[in-house]
């Protein structure tokens, strides 16, 4: 069967110049970043090096990023903000693990679509102690603000403690997927990989006594 789904467009309003400008930006700017990060070393790499780079000052690279560590995990915050918003193509009816197998399947495609960029900064976190943590808490910084959009979404109020323990053990799944699919040079399906790890949380498990 094939896992692969189409994922709704999350933000359909049309781009203002000013957004657009900001993007490329951005764009430039992370673009730089990470080749500087490959060539000299992440700490070795200061922000003088990334504006130059770029041909703007310092002062204006804060306009738009405020730190290196912001810059390596600007792609996964972008990605997760989008997951939250998909809940919105979420029926109020829904219960909580479709509402939350939607956001985290959108947010497993996403991640697809940009594999060889994750798979740099991945391996830039990695070779760097002081920051080998970042992109798990990236993730994780995330979950207090989609427990509390699924449970603004769903019809009736859901019991907050309970939504977080979902959250949670959704977010471990794509965490444990996401670092299986990095690692893994035959390029597995990340959707699929996710879902495979859902299955099991969701299956129930047989009994040792029967």
Not at 81 to 104: C, N, Q, Y
Not at 170 to 191: C, H, N, P, Q, T
Request: net charge negative.
């Amino acid at each position: 069967m094939n896992n692969m789904q189409s994922f709704p467009n999350v933000d359909a309003r049309p781009e203002s110049l000013r957004e657009r400008k900001k993007r490329q930006a951005q764009a430039a700017i992370e673009e730089a970043a990470l080749r500087l990060f490959q060539q000299k070393g992440y700490e070795q790499t200061s922000i003088q090096d990334i504006a130059d780079a770029v041909t703007m000052s310092p002062r204006t690279f804060f306009r738009y990023y405020a730190s290196k560590e912001e810059v390596l995990s600007g792609l996964i915050h972008t990605i997760q903000s989008d997951g939250i918003r998909t809940l919105m193509h979420v029926a109020s009816t829904a219960s909580p693990h479709t509402a939350l197998r939607e956001v985290f399947g959108y947010l497993a495609g996403r991640y697809q679509e940009q594999r060889s960029n994750l798979f740099i900064r991945h391996q830039i976190a990695m070779q760097t102690p002081s920051i080998a943590s970042l992109f798990l808490y990236a993730l994780l910084e995330t979950e207090p603000a989609i427990c509390e959009a699924v449970c603004s979404r769903l019809e009736p109020a859901r019991d907050r403690n309970e939504m977080r323990f979902l959250v949670a053990v959704y977010m471990a799944a794509l965490r444990v997927s996401l670092e299986e699919w990095l690692e893994d040079e035959e390029s597995r399906d990340l959707v699929s990989l996710l879902y495979s790890h859902l299955d099991c949380f969701s299956t129930e498990p047989k009994r040792t006594d029967e």
